[in-house]
């Protein structure tokens, strides 16, 4: 009988306890920092109907949605036959759920869904995992955890500048350099209106949005492909050229290039509120402005933000953006959102990369019985259950084995102090506890022992 060697799908990943301990910590430092700013957590389902995810993300999010074919016969009614049948037809026919591509739009649905239980501005947090049938890469999974950040029901762009703050200090908590790059969909729409290509703003984006992954030539070809002409991606050629003014020479060259664009000007006037916002709160995230950003997502209208470590080789740990009709789509009109997403994997990556993750982390057990069985084992487990009552991680062998096996399943787990109470420690009503690091052991009463370990 051959027996196949078990595997998960590429893209995903198991995670050891050491990773989960790291995880977790990276979950930890992010949640404290969204509590402290006062927003909310809500959960949503790993499912969406179809008819909320499809259409809000663009043609090639459309294409990167996991579909989850219907229940029973799934194929009962559709002409497969039928000559005008792309496969996202097809995959309308066959499915009617899928799994979520980010926590935003089933964000909107929640909040269409319940907007008479909720108090706007609402500001709600949410850390879950998401799906992308997207090819797998270094820092590029199938399945992920993202961690959002939403402003729901104001326009205050005093709402974009506490995201930037927010930001600021996860990654100072973290200890990763990071930049900020922002930018807003009103400039970028403005710029496709000088330029003579306000019919393609969206391919504009699309395009502007891979400038560092692909470069300036390959950009070019791809928005010739777009029809975008000749003529207007010749006007773009400033534009590409922005990266080494400060942000102050940016604002007055795009006051020049957008002069005659409303909507431009609009965008810009925005821009130059949230930097005055986040000026006077001295942040140690260095933010930087940078035209060609534009973040793929069909659903952004106003300021847009991405974050980048200095000293990892990484793409964006982080990004996001304002959206004005996002709840329009499920119905709810005049809804203004601003909101981030921080990605814990990637973030793990750099963590990892640069070895800022805390030691302490790893060692959440700190004190470990000997189990002598019988009498002494009672004795062991009566002081355990105090120390673990005092808030303090210790574990007892369970089993009665040799004293060498208990030392060596301490050792691997590197837990930090180890405790022996045979007989005479018992008839003393002491405890004999063994320093792993130093090799040092000493006899200590039940308080001193907790209060060695603490």
Wanted: with cysteine.
């Amino acid at each position: 009988m051959n027996i196949v060697k078990p595997s998960i799908p590429k893209g995903t990943r198991d995670f050891t306890p050491t990773e989960m301990m790291r995880r977790n910590y990276i979950f930890d430092t992010i949640r404290s920092v969204f509590y402290k700013h006062a927003y909310l957590p809500i959960e949503t389902p790993s499912m969406e109907n179809l008819s909320t995810l499809m259409g809000k993300y663009g043609e090639e999010g459309d294409r990167l949605l996991f579909k989850i074919l219907n229940s029973g016969d799934f194929t009962k009614g559709v002409d497969f036959n039928d000559n005008d049948m792309s496969v996202n037809k097809l995959a309308t026919k066959l499915c009617e759920k899928g799994l979520r591509y980010d926590l935003t739009v089933p964000f909107a649905r929640f909040v269409v869904q319940h907007q008479n239980e909720i108090t706007f501005p609402f500001k709600r947090y949410q850390m879950q995992p998401v799906w992308r049938a997207d090819r797998p890469q270094k820092g590029r999974y199938r399945e992920f955890y993202q961690c959002d950040a939403d402003i729901i029901g104001s326009t205050s762009l005093l709402n974009e500048a506490e995201l930037v703050e927010i930001t600021d200090e996860i990654f100072r908590k973290f200890g990763i350099a990071v930049v900020m790059k922002i930018n807003n969909r009103k400039i970028l729409s403005g710029i496709a209106e000088v330029v003579g290509a306000s019919d393609k703003v969206t391919d504009l984006c699309v395009c502007m949005d891979k400038l560092d992954k692909i470069g300036q030539e390959a950009v070019c070809a791809e928005m010739l492909e777009r029809g975008i002409c000749d003529e207007a991606i010749g006007k773009l050629q400033p534009i590409f050229n922005f990266g080494e003014l400060s942000n102050a020479d940016k604002i007055g060259k795009l006051k020049d290039l957008l002069a005659g664009s409303e909507i431009g000007m609009q965008g810009v006037e925005e821009l130059v509120t949230v930097l005055d916002y986040v000026k006077d709160m001295g942040l140690a995230t260095e933010l930087e402005i940078d035209i060609t950003l534009a973040r793929g997502l069909n659903y952004y209208t106003g300021a847009i933000f991405e974050v980048k470590a200095k000293d990892a080789a990484m793409g964006s740990i982080s990004g996001g953006g304002r959206y004005d009709n996002l709840t329009g789509i499920f119905g709810l009109k005049n809804m203004s959102g601003v909101g981030i997403s921080y990605g814990a994997e990637r973030i793990y990556d750099v963590l990892n990369e640069l070895n800022l993750f805390p030691a302490e982390i790893l060692n959440p057990v700190k004190v470990f019985f000997v189990n002598f069985g019988g009498e002494d084992e009672k004795y062991a487990l009566n002081a355990l259950r105090t120390i673990r009552n005092a808030g303090i991680s210790g574990e007892i062998y369970p089993d009665h084995a040799k004293i060498g096996k208990q030392m060596s399943y301490a050792n691997a787990k590197a837990i930090p102090f180890v405790v022996m109470a045979g007989e005479n420690e018992r008839k003393n009503n002491t405890f004999t506890v063994k320093d792993m690091n130093s090799g040092t052991q000493t006899e200590l009463s039940l308080d001193e022992l907790m209060g060695k370990i603490r």
